[in-house]
């Protein structure tokens, strides 16, 4: 059956009949808790017309309404549309705490906190997921407490997935310190650093097993371009900026061999 949208958008998702709507104002009236003139109208669309309001019925299966700039679909309620694009992680959080989400739906963000700043990618809505703490990167939890699992990124990109900086000055200490716990959770071995200067203003603790890869200078390949800086007021635990895990739960590589971990073409300084 082809999909039928409503040629208007609405203005938002109300339960209540506003105080002084002007004709021509057209509104989606909320799944639940719908009073006054909207009572027994949920889910439909109510639109101003000469001084009145009219309703649009039930929606049908696979019916789509444009609210704002946002696409849903009805579903068994109307969801969040997976054809919507979103600039940044935070603005996907927001719609999802808001309207239905279909498990397995997926959107794509341009940036974590802003358009391409390398931190955006796909994510997921797991609906059987209910427990997973939002780690401010792979699994991100909305104010509703949805699940959204990052999916199909580049490796390389997982710093800024994160949230890091690696401008010399922000702190970046809890912004690593999730992606290492993340990358051990799943048996990653291998975790890339970009070619910068990343301030650590705590300490790190590396779980046993995890390999950091720094990057090259691209002018001298003997000397390290990612470098770990000692930002202002940073405090380390026993003055240590980085400690390893030696407690033997390594990460099982290929032929069942395990690796300790370590760190190459890395260098640390002390800048505060």
Request: proline share 4%.
């Amino acid at each position: 059956m082809a999909t039928v949208a409503f040629a208007n958008p609405v203005l938002s998702v109300i339960s209540s009949p506003p105080a002084s709507p002007a004709n021509g104002d057209r509104y989606l009236i909320a799944p639940s808790g719908a009073s006054g003139a909207f009572a027994g109208k949920e889910n439909q669309v109510a639109e101003r017309t000469a001084g009145a309001w009219v309703y649009s019925g039930a929606p049908a299966s696979g019916q789509q309404l444009m609210v704002g700039q946002l696409m849903l679909q009805y579903a068994s309620g109307w969801k969040l549309s997976p054809s919507n694009v979103f600039e940044t992680v935070t603005a996907l959080l927001a719609a999802t705490s808001t309207y239905g989400l279909a498990d397995g739906a997926s959107w794509r963000c341009a940036g974590r906190t802003s358009s391409n700043d390398g931190g955006g990618c796909v994510f997921c809505f797991d609906a059987s997921d209910t427990t997973t703490s939002d780690n401010g990167g792979t699994v991100r939890v909305d104010s509703a407490g949805h699940r959204l699992k990052a999916q199909m990124f580049d490796m390389m990109q997982l710093p800024w997935i994160f949230g890091m900086k690696a401008d010399h000055w922000s702190d970046d200490s809890a912004a690593l310190q999730a992606m290492v716990d993340w990358a051990f959770s799943q048996n990653i071995r291998d975790v890339y650093l970009p070619p910068q200067a990343i301030g650590l203003g705590s300490s790190v603790f590396i779980p046993y097993g995890i390999m950091l890869h720094g990057q090259s200078s691209s002018y001298d390949l003997t000397r390290p371009s990612t470098r770990f800086i000692t930002i202002t007021g940073a405090s380390y635990a026993n003055g240590f900026m980085m400690g390893f895990n030696t407690t033997d739960n390594s990460t099982e590589g290929d032929g069942g061999f395990y690796y300790g971990g370590g760190m190459e073409n890395v260098c640390f300084l002390d800048e505060a």
